[in-house]
């Protein structure tokens, strides 16, 4: 997606090791989000920033930590995998944090991990 | 549990007949977004309404919210067989750092 691209697209893993994903945007939006997606619940907030070094914890942020030192990077890692991590990750950018009346979240293309 | 829940999770129509989706939540909200997931692809935000509005349109999709029955709907009329995807509605609550919460979504098939 123009603006917005996640790395790794995909990812295996072992149980136990830790796993960075990366979210790099060129729009110079002030919000960015992680969320899970998982058959049967949609859409879950990890954790989400509203500026650099400032973050907060979403619906299910346990395992989870993030970090970010630049407007354009948000960074996702899990400190010890587990199999319950195994889903696909998105990273989305806004402009406020509501969506925009236009153009509401931009997604990135997601990351595909297995933890096994 | 969903702040928004679509209905009905699943929808197979035939090309050129119109869809229709339905967005219920629980709380006050601030606006409410619809999103398109093509299969393997990140979500496209297709149209927000907000909840001072109570119609939208864009192109060939109509979008409805009725605050007092906390419910929304989503209208593609003339579907097209690239209209097969996942549809989320997604509902933003007032004030604060607030976060978008997302339904489970409907999946639609539009047959060619």
């Known amino acids: 997606d123009a603006g917005i691209t996640q790395s790794p697209r995909h990812k295996v893993t072992e149980t136990g090791t830790p796993v960075t994903l990366r979210c790099h945007q060129t729009?110079?939006?002030?919000?960015m989000y992680w969320y899970r997606q998982d058959p049967g619940h949609g859409l879950r907030l990890i954790h989400y920033?509203?500026?650099?070094?400032?973050?907060d914890k979403g619906e299910v942020s346990d395992g989870y930590s993030v970090s970010r030192s630049k407007t354009e990077d948000f960074l996702l890692t899990l400190e010890s995998a587990t199999s319950s991590q195994t889903s696909v990750y998105f990273c989305?950018?806004?402009?406020?944090?509501?969506?925009?009346?236009?153009?509401?979240?931009?997604f990135g293309s997601g990351t595909r991990l297995t933890v096994v | 549990s969903q702040q928004g829940e679509e209905d009905p999770q699943a929808l197979s129509i035939q090309e050129g007949e119109n869809a229709t989706m339905n967005c219920s939540y629980k709380?006050?909200?601030?606006?409410l977004q619809w999103y398109r997931q093509n299969s393997g692809r990140g979500l496209v935000h297709l149209i927000l309404?907000?909840?001072?509005?109570r119609e939208k349109h864009s192109g060939r999709l109509r979008v409805t919210l009725d605050t007092s029955k906390k419910s929304s709907s989503l209208l593609i009329t003339a579907s097209r067989a690239a209209d097969t995807a996942s549809y989320f509605c997604a509902t933003a609550l007032p004030g604060g750092y607030q976060k978008v919460t997302f339904g489970t979504g409907t999946k639609l098939q539009v047959i060619p």
């Open positions: 920033s509203y500026g650099v070094k400032d973050t």
């Open positions: 309404i907000r909840s001072n509005e």
């Open positions: 729009e110079n939006h002030r919000y």
């Open positions: 989305a950018i806004s402009e406020s944090d509501r969506g925009t009346l236009n153009y509401g979240y931009t």
């Open positions: 709380t006050s909200i601030n606006n």
